[in-house]
């Protein structure tokens, strides 16, 4: 029983999709990441203690949440309507574009969505870069077969890498990120203007008003800086 005498555990569990730097990776069989630090950080400064991080495929984290198999989702998520029917977020937390990313060989350099025409085009399932692939290429510029659609996306860029897909679409500072890793480049940045949230389940008012004053707080003392610092090349 906690010092304030509630029934209710205050502990929480979060869940996330890693294979997304920096907000989440896997480095030595570690989960580590902007988002880890940061969800982590923000709980601090609240009545709530975090009891574990539990890994998905993003297009799951949903469904872990409403069937109460986690507690908080810290992925990167953008805030966005279809989302906000099933779940509630907190405040954003990091603003983002899509990028289309090819390889840094100079064979292929699409400067808009137009010239993707034909070409084989992957993304992560379930995320926006794939709503802007579906909506804005497939049954024009593409086929239906000319999407790839991955289960997380270093599985695509490895696939862009080997010759197996043309570009990717994948919000910017992770293209950012395997640009500066791996043989591959931004082509070009397709603004959608996206906002990144934790995402909680719709009756969690009490987590949800705790993490937004807890992001506050980590906003105003210099920690976010310092972890933007430490996770963004910029
Ligand atoms: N921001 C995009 C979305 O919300 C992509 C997020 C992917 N996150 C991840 N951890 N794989 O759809």
Redesign the pocket.
């Known amino acids: 029983t906690g010092s304030n005498g509630g029934a209710e555990t205050q502990a929480v569990t979060a869940g996330?999709?890693?294979?997304?730097p920096p907000?989440?990776m896997k480095e030595d069989g570690e989960l580590v990441g902007f988002d880890v630090d940061l969800l982590e950080a923000v709980i601090g400064q609240t009545d709530y203690t975090l009891s574990g991080w539990e890994e998905f495929e993003?297009d799951s984290l949903i469904p872990a949440l409403t069937n109460n198999n986690i507690d908080v989702i810290a992925?990167?998520?953008?805030i966005n309507d279809d989302r906000d029917q099933a779940i509630d977020f907190t405040d954003p937390y990091y603003t983002?574009n899509q990028a289309v990313v090819v390889r840094s060989d100079g064979e292929f350099s699409p400067e808009s969505l137009s010239n993707l025409a034909d070409r084989q085009i992957g993304a992560?399932s379930?995320?926006?870069?794939e709503s802007v692939v579906d909506d804005e290429l497939v049954g024009s510029e593409i086929t239906e077969s000319q999407y790839s659609a991955y289960g997380?996306?270093v599985l695509a860029i490895e696939d862009l890498e080997n010759g197996n897909t043309d570009a990717v679409m994948i919000?910017v500072p992770v293209a950012e990120t395997f640009a500066a890793n791996r043989p591959v480049e931004v082509a070009f940045v397709y603004e959608t203007d996206?906002a990144?949230g934790f995402g909680l389940r719709s009756n969690a008012d009490d987590l949800t008003s705790s993490l937004n004053s807890g992001l506050s707080t980590v906003q105003d003392d210099g920690t976010y800086e310092e972890l933007t610092a430490e996770w963004f090349a910029e």
């Open positions: 996330t999709a890693p294979g997304f907000f989440e993003f992925a990167g998520m953008t983002s992560q379930g995320t926006t870069g997380n996306y919000d996206e990144f």
